[in-house]
């Protein structure tokens, strides 16, 4: 069973930056998009970055400008880099991994909170 790991949440102020990594468990072939979205307390889990195999992206409006996903389809990596930070981007972070086949991978979640 594929696994994906992620890194890179923890404290930070805010102004601040933090990079995100979801790394597969073993390569993955048929990966159709990568995405991060996020939960906070009392919310629904919501998108917040998506990019395809050929690298078209799409942001949630209120991190446009401000965060980047990347992904290396050789590595099954997808990364989320966050600049700017504001207290309303506190949340659990998690990775998704969308395949051709339709099947669905979620990472653990990682905590990301913004606070002075």
């Known amino acids: 069973q594929v696994q994906l790991v992620e890194s890179g949440g923890g404290l930070v102020q805010p102004g601040g930056s933090l990079r995100l990594s979801c790394a597969a468990s073993?390569?993955?072939?048929?990966?159709?998009?990568m995405g991060w979205y996020r939960q906070a307390p009392g919310k629904q889990r919501g998108l917040v970055a998506a990019?395809?195999?050929?690298?078209?992206?799409n942001y949630a409006d209120s991190v446009k400008g401000r965060f980047t996903i990347s992904a290396d389809n050789a590595k099954s990596t997808v990364y989320l880099q966050m600049n700017n930070l504001k207290p309303e981007d506190t949340a659990v972070y998690y990775c998704?991994?969308?395949?051709?086949?339709?099947?669905?991978?979620w990472g653990q979640g990682t905590q990301v909170t913004v606070s002075s």
């Open positions: 998704n991994f969308g395949m051709r086949n339709s099947n669905d991978y």
């Open positions: 990019i395809t195999r050929g690298g078209s992206t």
């Open positions: 073993r390569s993955m072939l048929g990966i159709n998009t």
